[in-house]
């Protein structure tokens, strides 16, 4: 489900179930006071922290790497206490290699849901076998932004070969490693990957070079040896599936043989990345010399067009695949997407079926459930999605979609869905409804925080914090806050009496 559905589908998800005791809904004339300064203490927790980090990323990327540390550092030891804050920027520091400093964000974290599979997904996925000291840990990130972001792979690499440099670790042969690859030097590069892993074999970043390795030097059944390897290992967040997936798609494009089977996946590779002009580049060009699986290029053109809320090239393209071949799968989807998009059920029913029958996916049977349900068969709705709950207790389209019919469950695959999809800012929204619901101002404040930090020009995001501070009986702040969600969307009434009840109380 892309972002912008997602937005929309959550708007409505629970309209008329998830009610907010408030106070009646005022009119932005009725406000007295200034819409300005809203919300100050938020702001200035927030461009600390946004600055703090901007900061440190640039000085890393320009290869000033003490300075970034420090800068990470700072930001660490001051920023106030914030799940989201703390496991967005402590993937990131681990993925610079400064695995201390991530290490004292998850010492800081709760111990709860929202945190368990983000961790454990960034430990299999970046940690070393052992910590390391600041020194090194400063060394090796130096040595990370000259090889990834300075050019400097060569002279970085002779210098970690230095026995005096600094201790040896997997981490150390890693980055040997990536050094060689990126100077094209593969023999080298999968001599030091292979110590790593021997010191190191679950971390899948290890393997994911490896992988990538024996791709480059055509070796490919080797490559997907490991690919498969990668692919055994369970992954529950949204960000480390698609590093999976990224991988897997930049290994069939080094080895496959056919020229537009290569620019498939390569193209699949940029989307999966946060590329996608690069994607359509490569598939526009594609076409113009495809003469086998051309179908292929059609079907992911639209599919990208799709995820990036272009309704209709995505059909256009979608359609071009599905009548060269019948049988593609991502075509039919697509299709079926945007019908139901389209308030289409009959049409998107019945590509949703041939999908599933091409693919048995969640994707295609979440589909064929929501479309039932659409046309008023809720029992068969029903049916599909308690039969898919039992073995896809994780996938997110699924637990978001199911609650249109199962509503009780809301209070359980709310916090599910924001455990394996940290961005997902409807999600947070709608778990501070739940909390105001229930009178826990305090934890939809922390919901609402995460919430702000996501997208501070959200509306949705100042109505429910109006009504926390109304609760706590902070009129003035209340009213302000009204104030501010009517100047960001001065039709937020229409929503309130087109029934949207989940955001906005009645």
């Not at 023999?187 to 024996?214: D, H, R």
């Not at 209709?312 to 060269?324: P, R, T, V």
Request: with cysteine.
């Amino acid at each position: 489900m892309n972002r912008a559905k997602l937005t929309i589908f959550v708007c409505l998800l629970l309209s008329g179930l998830l009610s907010v005791a408030a106070e009646p809904v005022l009119l932005p004339a009725q406000i007295k006071g200034s819409s300005e300064a809203v919300n100050s203490a938020m702001a200035a927790k927030d461009n600390f922290i946004k600055a703090k980090y901007a900061s440190a990323e640039n000085r890393f990327i320009q290869s000033n790497v003490k300075a970034s540390y420090d800068d990470f550092a700072d930001l660490v030891n001051k920023a106030d206490h914030d799940d989201y804050v703390f496991l967005l920027y402590g993937i990131k520091m681990a993925e610079y290699g400064m695995f201390d400093l991530s290490d004292k964000l998850i010492d800081r974290l709760d111990n709860n849901h929202f945190t368990g599979a983000y961790v454990k997904d960034m430990r299999r996925y970046y940690y070393p076998s052992g910590m390391m000291d600041t020194k090194d840990v400063v060394i090796f990130a130096d040595a990370y932004s000259n090889i990834v972001y300075n050019n400097m792979a060569l002279e970085t690499t002779t210098e970690l070969l230095n026995p005096s440099c600094t201790s040896e670790s997997d981490y150390k042969n890693y980055l040997i490693s990536l050094g060689y690859y990126k100077s094209n030097n593969m023999p080298m590069a999968l001599k030091y990957i292979n110590y790593a892993i021997k010191e190191n074999g679950t971390n899948v970043n290890y393997l994911s070079l490896k992988a990538k390795i024996l791709a480059d030097s055509k070796k490919t059944s080797q490559a997907l040896k490991v690919l498969k390897e990668i692919k055994k290992t369970p992954f529950y967040t949204t960000d480390f599936q698609k590093k999976v997936r990224a991988t897997e798609e930049y290994v069939l494009y080094k080895t496959s043989k056919n020229e537009t089977l290569k620019d498939y996946h390569l193209a699949y590779y940029y989307h999966l990345i946060d590329k996608s002009s690069l994607a359509t580049k490569v598939l526009q060009s594609a076409l113009l010399s495809a003469k086998q699986y051309s179908s292929d290029i059609y079907a992911l053109m639209g599919r990208v067009y799709y995820e990036n809320n272009e309704s209709i090239k995505a059909y256009e393209f979608a359609s071009k695949a599905y009548k060269e071949d019948k049988h593609n799968y991502i075509a039919a989807l697509t299709i079926a997407d945007v019908k139901y998009d389209e308030k289409k059920y009959n049409d998107s029913l019945a590509y949703y079926k041939r999908a599933k029958r091409l693919s048995h996916t969640t994707a295609s049977e979440v589909g064929v459930a929501k479309s039932y349900l659409a046309l008023s068969k809720p029992d068969k709705a029903k049916k599909i999605y308690e039969k898919l709950l039992k073995d896809n207790k994780m996938n997110e389209d699924l637990l978001v979609e199911s609650l249109k019919i199962i509503p009780q469950r809301v209070d359980y695959y709310l916090p599910r869905v924001a455990s394996i999809d940290l961005a997902n800012n409807d999600i947070w929204l709608g778990l501070a409804n739940l909390a105001i619901k229930d009178g826990n101002y305090t934890m939809a404040s922390t919901y609402l925080n995460n919430s702000y930090y996501i997208d501070e020009n959200n509306f949705k995001y100042y109505y429910y914090l109006s009504l926390v501070l109304r609760a706590k009986g902070d009129t003035e702040s209340a009213d302000r806050l009204l104030l501010r969600c009517a100047d960001i969307n001065a039709d937020y009434q229409s929503a309130i009496n087109s029934g949207y009840s989940d955001y906005y109380g009645n």
